[in-house]
């Protein structure tokens, strides 16, 4: 069975630093790895993929995420966080091999925090 | 294209009341999910369906959820009857394969 781990509840920054949020999976073959963003009182907003090539996936609003196969992780990451960043960022891994096309396993989420 | 589109966006309701929540998947999308989230569980999926035949209905918690997609371009998740542990946000979500796309949710209140 596949798997998803946000190992941080909340990640705390100030703005115009780096930000990482962290994520590792569990599959059985290769893995189609996504980021969402969701902000208060609204639904989740897909914000990258990866599926094959570039370890390095480039996103919206300036986030970017590396998939890392050895550690099984996609780690969100962005150079310089804004306050308007601050939102929920939720993990979601599908198997890329055989059965149910696109049932999607999430993670619990981290909130990140970025203050002035 | 306005999205996925889910109403009511809020429902209050009391136990034991029939609830049904509808959605419109992004038109030309064969897949159509239910989603639950909830603080302690976060978001769980409920049931999906591809070209509006249910595929996976192993998340509806109980027989009382049952949900339909009657075409393609209209779903709806019931509640009948309706439990206090019911109260969550409740996410449509469509997508033509990868990725999903959802809608703004439905704020359920069960008292």
């Known amino acids: 069975a596949q798997s998803v781990a946000q190992p941080e509840d909340q990640v705390n920054v100030a703005e115009g630093n780096p930000l990482t949020v962290k994520c590792t999976y569990s599959?059985?073959?290769?893995?189609?790895l996504f980021w969402y963003v969701q902000y208060p009182n609204r639904g989740l907003q897909f914000l990258l993929k990866?599926?094959?090539?570039?370890?390095l996936v480039k996103g919206s609003y300036g986030f970017e995420a590396e998939f890392n196969k050895s550690q099984t992780s996609f780690h969100l990451k962005k150079p310089s966080a804004l306050v308007s960043d601050s939102a929920l960022y939720v993990c979601?891994?599908?198997?890329?091999?055989?059965?149910?096309?696109?049932?999607?396993?999430f993670g619990t989420g981290t909130r990140l925090q970025v203050t002035l | 294209d306005a999205g996925v589109i889910q109403s009511p966006r809020h429902e209050v309701t009391e136990m034991g009341q029939e609830v049904t929540l509808r959605c419109k998947p992004i038109?030309?999308?064969?897949?159509l999910f239910w989603y639950r989230q909830t603080m302690m569980r976060g978001l769980e999926l409920l049931i999906y369906?591809?070209?509006?035949?249910?595929?996976?209905d192993s998340g509806m918690p109980e027989d009382r959820f049952s949900a339909k997609m009657p075409n393609a371009s209209f779903s709806t998740l019931k509640i009948q009857p309706s439990e206090p542990r019911d109260s969550a946000v409740y996410f449509c979500?469509?997508?033509?394969?990868?990725?999903?796309?959802f809608g703004p949710g439905t704020r359920l209140l069960v008292l």
């Open positions: 979500a469509s997508s033509p394969g990868i990725p999903q796309y």
């Open positions: 599959v059985s073959g290769n893995p189609y």
């Open positions: 990866y599926i094959t090539g570039d370890n």
């Open positions: 979601a891994v599908r198997d890329k091999v055989g059965g149910t096309a696109s049932k999607l396993t």
């Open positions: 038109s030309g999308h064969d897949y």
């Open positions: 369906f591809n070209n509006n035949v249910p595929i996976d």
